[in-house]
């Protein structure tokens, strides 16, 4: 009976230590265009209604989590690259647990896969080469992927197509994203594609296949639309 | 340590898993360097090997069930495709380079002739995929080999768990592939000090390291780099090498150096396959060199050799042929292959 009674209490002691000790931090993702969440398939039209377009694809690599104050690193998440699919609503919330009570008010991560990964073989789960973001004419991760048609698409069915990658330099396509928070238990990110179709989308820039100089600009632009809604 | 076994991990492993099995023993030779594939973080296990060759076999692996790995990369010819310039694959669809042999490929750090695939894991996502040899997607492979229940099997008895996936199918591939190692051809007997050269394998031998060492070094004959060896460009496939990837006009008709094991089983020769015979390939480096500027360095100097040295130098080549290996029974088709077909040979 005593010793079934400290069972007990060592239980509810761990259990309360355990659930003190972890705090959760829950990350929701957010594609929009013109303040309207994005849906694939679905047209939208520019701000001057000239042109339209419909995406189909949007799936990106989220990786290397970690909450700064200021600029002390408070903690690193140990959490592997996720894959953000929007087909896939679960995948647009991501839980990241932490220690508890830690104070915080920058939380950084990287738009892509690092060199190491993209070097190391094989993965499982979100890495895997099934999900379609492994090049297969020569090595590396497709870090970001948008697909759909435009009007001002010049390619036969008016197609666009970016897939950003690259792990080598002078190409190396991940891109270190910094955001304000504050101690919130939930992070609203929002990637805001608006100003992608109006500027970086054109005639010229409408399929990005390989990493080169013009995946590393798209790279660039793509990593200034992700922000914070407070 | 009396002797350094490349493959006492998967040993150990196999061993503690199952008790008694003991898969691939192979002892490797003193003279071997380390292999540069990583085998404490991935070490081979029986069943993982069993697994790869299963799918290496198995047409399974293209959209019509068709090729297999075998097609191309054939056991009796050390991995390569006798006879066929360039790799041909599904609806007998030709493709632009040689089908390159497959052995000693723990010691490789990069894949395909331009070196497009940085391991080994990742590299069969390329014939998979490629529209004149497999045709197929890796995502479909998986579906397919989830509906398979001898697949689930062999999943299973590799990963302790029956469903595919994209990076178990991948890696089980790899790990068959790395079971490949040829190095007991003669030049490795003469290493080891079991038996001696003939004097023209001699001769041949002091041209060899004299004038083909340097990119084809011993003793995996190739120092796994890449170089323009002065082939000029064949109008119908225009194909520029690394090139082709990085765009970088340094890299225009760099190939990789292959290396000179099993020749007598590899041939045609070249990236291409242009040339039948090893004599053809002599003389293309003493006489039809063309000197483009990112010519390899060590060709800049003209290699002159007279046709008996080709001979003595043949000699010597001929050496590095490793029948065991090709006669391997553990590299070969095995029993059963679930999809019940053999693949195009």
């Known amino acids: 009976m005593r010793t079934a009674l400290f069972y007990i209490i060592h239980f ?19 594609a929009i265009y013109q303040n309207e969440t994005i849906e694939l398939g679905k047209v939208y039209y520019s701000n001057d209604k000239k042109d339209s377009f419909q995406i189909e694809i949007l799936k990106f690599y989220l990786s290397d989590f970690s909450l700064w104050n200021d600029e002390v690193l408070v903690f690193k998440s140990p959490q592997l690259p996720v894959l953000i699919d929007l087909e ?92 304000p928070v504050s101690n919130l238990e939930t992070i609203h990110i929002i990637l805001n594609l608006s100003s992608f179709f109006e500027y970086v989308a054109s005639k010229e820039i409408y399929q990005v296949m390989s990493p080169n100089q013009k995946a590393m600009y798209v790279a660039d632009e793509i990593a200034k639309l992700f922000s914070v809604q407070l | 340590m009396k002797q350094r076994t490349l493959f006492l991990f998967s040993i150990i492993t196999c061993c503690s898993a199952f008790g008694l099995l003991k898969y691939h023993d192979l002892e490797l030779p003193k003279h071997f360097p380390k292999p540069y594939f990583d ?35 054939s056991p009796y010819n050390a ?48 014939p998979i995929s490629d529209s004149k040899e497999m045709n197929e997607t890796i995502e479909n492979v998986v579906l397919k080999l989830n509906k ?13 768990d029956s469903i595919a996936t994209g990076s178990r199918t991948l890696k089980a591939l790899s790990q068959f592939q790395l079971t490949l190692v040829s190095c007991n051809s003669k030049y490795d007997k003469v290493k080891e000090g079991k038996t001696k050269f003939t004097s023209q394998e001699k001769k041949g031998y002091e041209l060899f390291k004299k004038n083909c060492n340097a990119c084809h070094t011993e003793p995996m004959f190739t120092n796994y780099g890449f170089a323009n060896n002065g082939l000029p460009v064949d109008p119908t496939l225009n194909d520029f090498g690394k090139y082709r990837l990085t765009k970088n ?73 490793d029948s065991t290996f090709i006669f391997n029974p553990l590299n070969k088709f095995p ?11």
């Open chain 1, 88 to 179: 896939k609503p679960e995948s647009k919330i991501l839980p990241i647990e932490s220690p508890n009570r830690l104070t915080f008010n920058v939380l950084k991560f990287n738009l892509g896969i690092d060199s190491l990964t993209n070097v190391s073989g094989a993965f499982g789960g979100d890495l895997d080469p099934t999900n379609g973001m492994y090049w297969t004419w020569q090595s590396g991760y497709i870090n970001f992927k948008l697909e759909g048609t435009s009007s001002i698409s010049p390619a036969r069915k008016n197609v666009f197509q970016y897939h950003l990658g690259g792990y080598q330099v002078p190409y190396y396509g991940l891109r270190e994203i910094k955001l």
């Open chain 2, 148 to 160: 398979n229940p001898h697949y689930a099997q062999l999943f299973y008895a590799a990963f302790y």
């Open chain 2, 79 to 126: 991995f390569a495709h006798t006879d066929h310039d360039l790799s041909h694959g599904i609806n007998d669809s030709v493709g632009f380079r040689n089908a390159p042999a497959l052995f000693n490929l723990a010691w490789q750090k990069s894949f395909m002739w331009d070196g497009a695939f940085n391991h080994l894991d990742m590299q069969a996502l390329a």
């Open chain 2, 249 to 321: 006009s340094k890299d225009s008709l760099l190939f990789k150096i292959p290396t000179l094991r099993n020749l007598k089983y590899t041939y045609p020769y070249a990236h291409d396959g242009r040339f039948k015979k090893i004599r053809e390939m002599l003389n293309h480096y003493t006489d039809g060199i063309q000197r483009q500027p990112s010519l390899s360095k060590e060709l800049k100097k003209y290699i002159v050799l007279s046709s008996n040295e080709k001979s003595d130098l043949l000699a010597f080549l001929l050496t590095l042929n």
């Open chain 1, 12 to 30: 509810t002691l761990v259990l309360y230590i355990h659930t003190n000790s972890f705090a959760q931090t829950t990350i929701q993702l957010e």
């Open chain 2, 335 to 345: 029993q059963t292959i679930s999809s019940g077909k053999e693949g195009k040979k």
């Open chain 2, 39 to 73: 085998f404490e973080k991935e070490s081979l296990t029986n069943a993982k090997i069993q697994l790869g060759r299963a799918l290496f076999y198995d047409p399974i692996l293209s959209s019509d069930n068709s090729i297999s790995c075998a097609s191309c990369h």
